[in-house]
């Protein structure tokens, strides 16, 4: 009912930057908060990385603040990451998340490798 679809990632040097992109398309459900979660290799669980509102209230990381930013543009369903200053700990599988309709149900994309190596 919700799909999202996810773009960038790849390898980048340390130091390096880095964008993710996530569209949203629903013919049902209207959108609520959008962000990015990540999965590192050999971890379990996924990470909060940053999310935003459909308002702009964000909320990030402590291990991302002043590095990575979100932004969102709501006619389009968008929600982007630009990442700066990546380290090799940010290598992970980002997951593209969004909360959508009346029950504001958890979507997610189907994820994208961001390799932070030398």
């Known amino acids: 009912q919700v799909q999202l679809v996810e773009s960038g990632g790849g390898l980048v040097q340390p130091g390096g930057s880095l964008g993710l992109s996530c569209a949203a398309s629903?013919?049902?459900?209207?959108?609520?908060?959008m962000g990015w979660h990540r999965q590192a290799p050999g971890k379990q669980q996924r990470e909060l990385v940053a999310?935003?509102?459909?308002?702009?209230?964000?909320n990030y990381a402590d291990s991302v603040k002043g590095r990575f930013t979100i932004s969102r543009d709501n006619d389009k369903n968008t929600v982007y990451l630009q990442m700066n200053g990546l380290r090799p700990e940010d290598t992970a599988v980002y997951y593209c998340?969004?909360?959508?309709?009346?029950?504001?149900?958890?979507?997610w994309g189907r994820g994208t490798l961001v390799t932070v190596s030398s």
């Open positions: 998340n969004a909360h959508a309709g009346p029950a504001d149900l958890p979507y």
């Open positions: 629903s013919s049902k459900f209207m959108i609520n908060d």
């Open positions: 999310s935003m509102s459909k308002g702009g209230s964000t």
